[in-house]
């Protein structure tokens, strides 16, 4: 079964320190990842994916088959970041295309 | 400009009272799907539609279901809800399977 895990619920950097939110996932094929923000009062939307190898609103992510690891980085924290970061795996079409979420990691940027 | 509406963004019903939550589009995507979200937890999968075909999650409890009057509109109706419903619902749509669009979600309380 596909499984998605962030193992932090809450992450708190100081303005200008790096982030690293963690997501870990298990799966046995190749998989498509995602990570999704929402932002105090706003709908869930996407941030980023993997197959894009984009950097939006200086964040990157890089998948790690090895590891089975998709880490959202950025180098310099601003406090607009502070939001819920959730991770996400796409699973093959054989079980609907669905999206498997992570449980979120709470990102708090102190001034 | 808005994308997807759920209607009403706040639902309280009573134990056992049948209710049914809205969820509309303005994107002619032709996927919608319905997710779970209790405190603290990630986004689950109830079920979603692709055009008029219906894809229920297996663990999906027989209290929930769904309709798909038209590409636009799709309704969560919960039969005998109980407290343990009680969640934030979430509208989500796509083109077929590529980025999914989700709404503001409508937070259910039941007593």
């Known amino acids: 079964a596909q499984r998605v895990t962030q193992p932090e619920k809450l992450l708190s950097v100081f303005k200008g320190a790096p982030v690293e939110l963690k997501c870990n996932y298990s799966?046995?094929?190749?998989?498509?990842l995602f990570w999704y923000v929402q932002y105090s009062r706003q709908r869930l939307q996407l941030l980023l994916r993997?197959?894009s190898r984009e950097s939006i609103k200086g964040f990157t992510a890089d998948l790690n088959k090895g590891e089975t690891s998709f880490h959202l980085k950025k180098p310099f924290a601003q406090e607009e970041d502070s939001a819920m970061y959730y991770c996400a795996l796409r699973a093959p079409r054989e079980y609907g295309n669905k999206l498997v979420f992570g449980a979120g990691t709470i990102l708090r940027v102190k001034s | 400009d808005a994308m997807v509406i759920q209607n009403p963004r706040y639902q309280v019903t009573q134990f056992g009272k049948p209710v049914t939550l809205s969820c509309s589009q303005t994107?002619?995507?032709?996927?919608m799907y319905w997710y779970q979200q209790k405190s603290s937890q990630a986004p689950k999968l109830l079920f979603h539609y692709y055009d008029k075909d219906f894809n229920n999650e297996a663990d999906t409890p027989d209290n929930f279901q769904s309709r798909r009057p038209n590409t636009s509109f799709c309704f969560l109706d919960i039969r005998s809800p109980g407290l343990g419903d009680a969640a934030m619902y979430l509208c989500?749509?796509?083109?077929?399977?590529?980025?999914?669009?989700f709404g503001p979600g409508t937070r259910l309380t039941v007593l």
């Open positions: 989500a749509t796509s083109r077929d399977w590529a980025e999914q669009f």
């Open positions: 799966y046995s094929g190749s998989p498509e």
């Open positions: 994107l002619n995507h032709n996927v």
């Open positions: 993997h197959i």
